[in-house]
């Protein structure tokens, strides 16, 4: 991944193909998650790649194809250090027909670091506005 955008790309096509070793390309081995679904992190890449069988293997038992699509990116680097910050849409497809079924849209935060000349991310931090009335949080806000 010699460019931040080829990180992004990657995760997209991963998804898609419920890739899972494609997926996890991306990611630091000392990688530390703060993700909005169940768990409050994951630390290490073992313990992010437990969470992201379970999550393709979820998909692909309902018949689901999920596009990704990155919106409002902000890329901010320098020689060995990337941050961006975006809204990450994932929008589920039945696989045989074709007919979209959901979408949510989540805050995502990444930190990269440069290894070997490639980028890997070392942080991610995904989020929900709540809505504090009900305790829920608010997929779709803009």
């Known amino acids: 991944f010699f ?6 790309e990657n995760y997209k096509t991963a998804v898609y193909e419920k890739d899972v070793e494609k997926f996890l390309s991306m990611y630091a081995p000392e990688i530390h998650i703060y993700d909005c679904w169940a768990n409050w992190e994951s630390k290490g890449v ?4 437990e969470n992201v069988v379970e999550w393709f293997n979820g998909l692909s038992e309902d018949g689901i194809l ?3 699509s990155f919106n409002d990116l902000v890329v901010e680097e320098n ?15 039945q696989q045989e027909s074709g007919e979209r079924l959901r979408q949510i849209t989540n805050r995502f935060t990444y930190s990269l670091k440069k290894v070997n000349e490639s980028w890997i991310i070392v942080h991610e931090h ?6 504090m009335a009900t ?3 608010i997929f779709n806000l803009k």
């Open 3 to 8: 460019k931040v955008q080829d990180i992004l």
């Open 46 to 49: 073992s313990s992010w790649k």
């Open 66 to 68: 999920l596009k990704v």
């Open 79 to 93: 020689s060995y250090l990337a941050f961006v910050h975006c809204a990450v849409t994932f929008a589920a497809y």
């Open 126 to 131: 995904s989020s929900l506005p709540i809505n």
């Open 135 to 137: 305790g829920k949080g």
